[in-house]
């Protein structure tokens, strides 16, 4: 928890600093920041109350109040019918969309060039990592999505794989090899129409993945995994399912696959969806004992 407070502060800093929030003007306006953040909720979800924008921005209503009655003897909005004047629909006028376009330019050129020096690359690794913290923090629930492999995604997901189980359950190096084997293995040798690998994402970041490769003429289910963030919501079961469609789409038999007895979620999974287990064996490919399984499913 210490660590997210003070990464979490750090960041807050730097982007006050980036922002220009603790100038007493916003982006060279007569208006301070909060002003203009009113000025764009107003914008954004026009014809709103004030009540609502408050709300919205947690401000004092007396606070709130002032800011809005500066802002309609400038003649940038208009309240429609209310009983009160919480309750008078509030609207840009013609003067308040060209304050507000003014305004809203002036802040995309100013964020343009201060974020042109990090480059395409340093942009695109911006994005992701902003639409992930705001999703985080906001708890917005927007939608995951699956789609099939493309170039990167096997050193991410061998890293991330390697990552996870060494800090969950001590795997270390063995486990490492191991995963990088298999995806080397599935991109050098891919099979089209026989194999696959699915990755669950949201907002560009990825959730999850599965492979589905051919082994001696069965389907094996490989190197599933969904991110401690992800969990509980379904990613898991689709990755699977999406396994078992494609298995049956081309034919096979039935699927194999090997998990480990500690692994108690993938497991509940994998019952779930039918997979039933064949065999046990202990190991200590991995540096200490562990359980292994061997499950299957008839097609």
Not at 45 to 52: E, G
Not at 245 to 261: M, N, P, S
Request: with cysteine; proline share 2%; aromatic share 8%.
């Amino acid at each position: 928890m210490t660590d997210a407070v003070e990464s979490f502060r750090a960041y807050n800093r730097a982007h006050t600093r980036f922002a220009g929030v603790l100038k007493p003007r916003y982006m060279g306006s007569a208006m301070g920041v909060i002003e203009a953040r009113l000025l764009y909720e107003i914008a954004a979800n026009q014809p709103v109350l004030a009540s609502t924008l408050q709300e919205m921005l947690e401000l004092d209503a007396g606070y709130a109040s002032r800011i809005l009655r500066r802002f309609e003897e400038q003649g940038w909005i208009a309240r429609g019918r209310g009983a009160d004047a919480r309750q008078r629909p509030i609207s840009l006028t013609d003067a308040g969309h060209a304050a507000f376009a003014e305004l809203d330019e002036a802040t995309r050129e100013e964020t343009a060039r201060k974020l042109e020096p990090l480059g395409a690359d340093g942009r695109a690794a911006l994005t992701r990592a902003l639409d992930s913290a705001r999703l985080l923090i906001a708890g917005e629930a927007e939608p995951w999505t699956l789609r099939t492999f493309r170039t990167g995604d096997m050193g991410m997901i061998a890293a991330r794989q390697s990552i996870l189980y060494d800090e969950g359950y001590g795997w270390g190096r063995g486990m490492e090899v191991l995963i990088g084997e298999i995806v080397t293995d599935f991109i050098r040798d891919f099979k089209p129409g026989r194999e696959q690998c699915w990755i669950a994402e949201r907002a560009g970041h990825m959730l999850g993945c599965v492979f589905l490769v051919e082994d001696k003429g069965v389907a094996r289910l490989r190197l599933l995994y969904v991110e401690a963030e992800a969990r509980g919501l379904g990613i898991g079961k689709a990755l699977v399912d999406a396994c078992i469609d494609f298995a049956r789409a081309a034919g096979y038999a039935k699927i194999v696959l090997w998990t480990h007895t500690v692994l108690t979620s993938a497991r509940k999974i994998y019952a779930g969806a039918g997979f039933r287990i064949v065999s046990t064996e202990v190991h200590d490919e991995f540096g200490k004992p562990e359980q292994g399984e061997t499950w299957e499913l008839d097609l």
